[in-house]
Each structure stands twice: as structure tokens, then as C-alpha cells.
């Protein structure tokens, strides 16, 4: 009783509407046949190291953090915008049966009156220092003389 394991696999047709919408157009079929291979074999191998990192972490809930870590382990860039803080469903619009995402409205008048004012964290200051040309500098960074006084001009008070 051999049961055999059933996997995602991209079509050459995909692959062929994947390189028109980059822009190449007239993809050989011997082509895209070898890129569909090879991009479900990377898939493949992706949902692997994933599932390791969920069992690694002994959860039993893949996440996109584990995918995101497989992906990082493969020298691939992470998946952007899958680290989704609030959950939002879709709503269905029978009329044209389209899926979409209600928007919350904000109030733009609500928004302009709630000024939050940052608070003072002490007195504005303006230090001068001196720059060192050709690696020579015979006063140190502070802007002090070499006796140690604090150089002060009247146009920095």
C-alpha cells in the first residue's frame, strides 16, 4: 500500500504568464518547462526547511515567520507584508462578484483637532567644533583650547 504524496506544481502556462507580465515576451515551451520544474522544486524544498522551523519551535502552527527563515536559509529574500498585526476578512459584493477588503473611514476633521504636543525635553543647545584638515587637530573635538577654556562667541549665544 504505497500512498503517493500529492504536490503543488506550477504549469508552463503560469510560468509563460508570469514572464509576460516582467516583460518577456516569446518564452520558448522547453523553457518554461525547465523554470516550472525548477520553481516547484524550490517551493517544495521552501515548505520543508518551514515545517523544520515549526518543529523546531515546537508549535504545531506554521507560520510566515517559518517560512520567512526558510527562505532567509535558502538566501532568498523574505515574503514582504505577511507580518499582518490585525487579521482583516474579505467581504463579497454579489452584485459584481468581487472579494475585497472594507476600509475603515477616518474622520480627517478628528484627526487635525487631535494635535498631541511632544514634550520638552530640556533647553535647545548649539555646540561649534572644529574640522581637521589634512588629520591635524590641535584642539581637541569639544572645541576647547589647549589650556581646556570652552571657546564661546557671541553669535552661538
Same mark, same amino acid.
Given at each position: 500500500?504505497?500512498?503517493?504524496?500529492?504536490?503543488?506544481?506550477?504549469?508552463?502556462?503560469?510560468?509563460?504568464?508570469?514572464?509576460?507580465?516582467?516583460?518577456?515576451?516569446?518564452?520558448?515551451?522547453?523553457?518554461?518547462?525547465?523554470?516550472?520544474?525548477?520553481?516547484?522544486?524550490?517551493?517544495?524544498?521552501?515548505?520543508?526547511?518551514?515545517?523544520?522551523?515549526?518543529?523546531?519551535?515546537?508549535?504545531?502552527?506554521?507560520?510566515?515567520?517559518?517560512?520567512?527563515?526558510?527562505?532567509?536559509?535558502? /538566501?532568498? @529574500?523574505?515574503?514582504?507584508?505577511?507580518?499582518?498585526? =490585525? *487579521?482583516?476578512?474579505?467581504?463579497? $459584493?454579489?452584485? +459584481?462578484? #468581487?472579494?475585497?477588503?472594507? /476600509?475603515? @473611514?477616518?474622520?480627517?476633521?478628528?484627526?487635525?483637532? =487631535? *494635535?498631541?504636543?511632544?514634550?520638552? $525635553?530640556?533647553? +535647545?543647545? #548649539?555646540?561649534?567644533?572644529?574640522?581637521?584638515?589634512?588629520?591635524?587637530?590641535?584642539?581637541?573635538?569639544?572645541?576647547?583650547?589647549?589650556?581646556?577654556?570652552?571657546?564661546?562667541?557671541?553669535?552661538?549665544?
Amino acid at each position: 500500500m504505497s500512498e503517493e504524496r500529492k504536490y503543488a506544481v506550477l504549469s508552463t502556462e503560469s510560468i509563460k504568464l508570469i514572464a509576460e507580465s516582467a516583460g518577456f515576451n516569446g518564452l520558448p515551451e522547453d523553457i518554461a518547462a525547465a523554470l516550472a520544474e525548477d520553481v516547484t522544486y524550490r517551493l517544495r524544498e521552501a515548505a520543508q526547511s518551514s515545517v523544520q522551523f515549526m518543529k523546531h519551535g515546537r508549535r504545531k502552527k506554521l507560520t510566515h515567520e517559518d517560512f520567512n527563515r526558510a527562505l532567509r536559509w535558502s /538566501d532568498v @529574500e523574505p515574503i514582504c507584508g505577511g507580518n499582518l498585526k =490585525d *487579521i482583516r476578512a474579505f467581504r463579497h $459584493n454579489k452584485d +459584481a462578484d #468581487v472579494y475585497f477588503i472594507d /476600509d475603515r @473611514e477616518i474622520s480627517l476633521a478628528d484627526v487635525s483637532l =487631535d *494635535i498631541k504636543h511632544p514634550q520638552n $525635553n530640556g533647553e +535647545a543647545s #548649539v555646540q561649534a567644533q572644529w574640522i581637521a584638515f589634512e588629520g591635524v587637530n590641535k584642539v581637541n573635538s569639544l572645541s576647547k583650547t589647549s589650556s581646556g577654556k570652552v571657546i564661546q562667541s557671541d553669535w552661538l549665544k
